[in-house]
């Protein structure tokens, strides 16, 4: 069998890229990087929420081609079920599945006005009160998932949850949002884990900035 293919944006800029990337990466499920340089009009697209139908990241394994996050994620959850990308239990299963969902397809103004940015530090940043908004429900999702489970991850054990969450994590860190300290904890962890370490190294190292993400607001 033919190694898989995960067709991925800039390291730096891309949510949608880090969440296919961790996904696959948690499954156990080899693969080949396939990086769509920022210049390219789609993936520049995606990057600056300009595209109505997001095609990166894309898995590629077996004869299936995969480009939607959370349709990713079920198919590692099929292919690969010992990974544990969902919980076991059917109501567990349900709650990972809905906040996935969430932050899927919701927290349009956090996306817009905190954008993923791994090189980029921004203390004392302007959160307007939409964003605020967002955060805040974002909070709400982690305390209770971590008060349920018992942390550490957001399910206890490591679930797509933790891949779908990755990117807020970092926004959070890059535009220094403060977190209740259980919050924090959660956080920091997330960023200590060794793939969000290879990949912000990775990301780090491009070289390509995108002038419309390195605006201070």
């Not at 891309?14 to 499920?29: E, H, M, P, V, Y």
């Not at 908004?133 to 008060?147: F, S």
Request: with cysteine; proline share 5%; charged share 25%.
């Amino acid at each position: 069998m033919a190694k898989a293919t995960l067709t991925i944006s800039s390291k730096n800029y891309s949510s949608w890229s880090l969440r296919g990337w961790l996904l696959t990466k948690f499954s156990g499920l080899e693969f080949d990087e396939i990086i769509t340089s920022p210049d390219d009009a789609s993936a520049r697209a995606e990057i600056l929420l300009l595209s109505s139908s997001i095609l990166v990241p894309c898995l590629r394994h077996d004869g299936a081609t995969i480009w939607d996050t959370l349709a990713i994620a079920e198919y590692l959850n099929e292919t690969m079920p010992h990974a544990g990308l969902l919980p076991a239990d059917r109501i567990l299963r349900a709650h990972c599945r809905s906040i996935c969902g969430e932050i899927h397809s919701g927290f349009t103004t956090l996306r817009a006005s905190l954008p993923v940015n791994l090189k980029g530090h921004f203390p004392n940043f302007k959160i307007w009160s939409r964003a605020q908004a967002d955060i805040d429900r974002v909070c709400t999702i982690w305390r209770e998932c971590l008060a349920k489970s018992g942390g550490p991850f957001l399910f206890g054990e490591r679930s797509m949850a933790d891949a779908m969450y990755a990117p807020v994590v970092t926004r959070f860190t890059t535009y220094d949002v403060k977190l209740e300290p259980k919050l924090k904890a959660y956080a920091s962890m997330i960023m200590a884990m060794p793939e969000m370490q290879e990949w912000i190294e990775a990301a780090k190292a491009e070289p390509a900035e995108i002038e419309e993400l390195e605006v201070e607001y």
